[in-house]
């Protein structure tokens, strides 16, 4: 079963207490062989004194022994001279020097330790963020003041546990914290990096957006987390401008597809206008030119040649009327289907543009609703412009496969190809719109556009579009 952040912050049990003593423990051995490092070991210093102790009684009753027998103050006076003779030195030399040694080491490193603490405090004060210090086996952190000040409360008011830090965690967000932090405590050499909401103790904002970073610096032999720090930073203006961001850029796209839904109404308007009203009036002239052809005198023949002139005048605006009207809307979409209307423009342009095009398109009609096949057929268009205008190609290959829930399209050329960075940038300051066209296109569609283009290498287009089932 999955481990929950509550049991491994916090396994409260023996095994953890004889860590934390054992631990304990070995930092204050360390403690002091670091008081020890000029002089000597304290039990060596209390051995010597001893020793010396002893040596000096030795001496004082062997020369006491060797004199002739003294007054009582005498021999007391002696033999606190000899005792002072002889110990002074091994104080001096074994307890005082290195006692003032170790003071004054003690005094260097408490500096830098003060220097160091300060600096960190004022990094922290100049990137405004909090610091956590986190015992793996208790759930016991330690938190610095700008933490709580950060949400608004006093640094006594949220105690140093897991859990108030968690009860603090907005409940949608609380599955993304502990995985994260399952990840980082299970995952030696994974750092935790998670952005949640934390509850306020103000109601503006009542929920304020923290990035949680940290790792764990740690581990016991079998490799379990003891240990965790790490920082919290106030990233709400942050999040704040990305919701505001993203909700213009919604607002774009929404104007964006509006637009395009509006000029393809026009151009269906268009078409109509020109096939229906246009068309009829030039095969209604067509007509009159005929009649009148008719009524011509057999000795006519200037006039009926420019009859015969006219009524090819005639086909010909027919048949550019017709083909722009067909560019405006393409009424095959609604007669033949999208299959066959891609199939058609491709081997237009093929027989056009004198290119080799190879093709494979499976049958993809009524998987998409109108709207959607007549802009996938518009993403087709501007493609094949392109590669006419610019790829200088005589190759190109097409695939259109059907997968389970979306449709795969793909366009490759073997043409100059081109630096897809430098024609964006040109796009940006030339207020061209060509990809970014295309990529919005399919973002309308709820789909993915993808582009790779090197120069000499020829371009592949890879967009895909969902479809309900």
């Given amino acids: 079963m999955k481990e929950t952040p509550q049991k491994a912050f916090g396994n409260d049990t023996p095994e953890s207490h004889t860590a934390d003593s054992a631990k304990l423990s070995w930092r204050n051995n360390a403690s002091w062989k670091q008081f020890s490092i000029v002089g000597l070991p304290p039990k060596t210093i209390i051995l010597l004194m001893v020793l010396s102790i002893f040596v000096g009684e030795l001496i004082v009753m062997f020369i006491l022994h060797l004199w002739p027998e003294l007054p009582v103050f005498t021999e007391a006076l ?111 050499g994974k750092y935790l990096r998670v952005e949640v909401r934390l509850k306020c103790r103000t109601t503006n904002p009542e929920w304020l957006w923290v990035l949680i970073r940290g790792n764990v610096v740690e581990r016991a032999t079998d490799g379990s987390p003891l240990r965790a720090v790490g920082t919290n930073t106030n990233i709400h203006e942050r999040k704040q401008a990305e919701a505001a961001l993203h909700q213009s850029e919604q607002g774009i796209r929404s104007l964006s597809r509006q637009l395009i839904n509006n000029s393809e109404t026009e151009k269906k308007h268009l078409a109509h206008e020109l096939h229906d009203d246009f068309g009829q009036t030039l095969a ?98 501007e493609i094949f412009t392109n590669i006419e205008k610019h790829a200088n190609s005589d190759y190109v290959k097409v695939e259109v496969i059907k997968q389970n829930s979306s449709v795969s399209f793909k366009i490759e050329d073997n043409g100059k190809g081109f630096d897809i960075e430098r024609i964006e940038l040109n796009y940006l300051n030339e207020k061209r719109i060509g990809l970014a066209s295309l990529k919005e296109r399919v973002r309308m569609l709820g789909g993915r ?21």
């Avoid at 001279?81 to 074994?94: D, E, R």
């Avoid at 170790?102 to 260097?108: A, M, P």
């Avoid at 610095?144 to 968690?166: H, Q, V």
């Fill in 78 to 188: 002696i033999n606190a001279l000899i005792l002072v003779l002889i110990i002074s030195p091994t104080l001096v030399l074994f307890h005082y020097r290195p006692m003032v040694s170790n003071l004054r080491q003690r005094d260097s490193i408490l500096g830098q330790l003060l220097l160091s603490e300060e600096r960190l405090n004022l990094a922290l004060q100049a990137v405004n963020d909090g610091l956590w210090d986190c015992n793996v086996q208790t759930g016991e952190i330690y938190f610095t003041p700008r933490f709580a000040t950060m949400l608004g409360y006093s640094p006594d008011e949220i105690k140093p546990t897991f859990d108030s830090l968690k009860n603090l965690v907005h409940p949608e967000d609380r599955d993304l914290f502990d995985n994260a932090i399952n990840e980082c405590l299970h995952s030696p």
């Fill in 449 to 469: 556009f993808k582009i790779q283009s090197q120069l000499n290498e020829g371009t592949k287009i890879n967009f895909t579009v969902p479809f309900e089932k």
């Fill in 284 to 381: 209604f002239i067509k007509i009159q030119i005929k009649n009148i052809q008719k009524k011509l005198l057999k000795h006519q023949n200037e006039l009926k040649e420019e009859c015969e002139n006219s009524l090819k005048y005639a086909d010909q605006l027919i048949e550019k009327v017709r083909s722009l009207s067909h560019g405006l809307t393409p009424l095959s979409l609604n007669h033949l289907g999208l299959t066959a209307s891609l199939q058609s423009m491709i081997e237009n342009f093929s027989k056009y543009s004198n290119l080799k095009i190879q093709k494979d398109i499976a049958n993809i009609d009524r998987l998409f609703p109108p709207l959607a096949e007549i802009t996938i057929y518009r993403i087709f268009q």
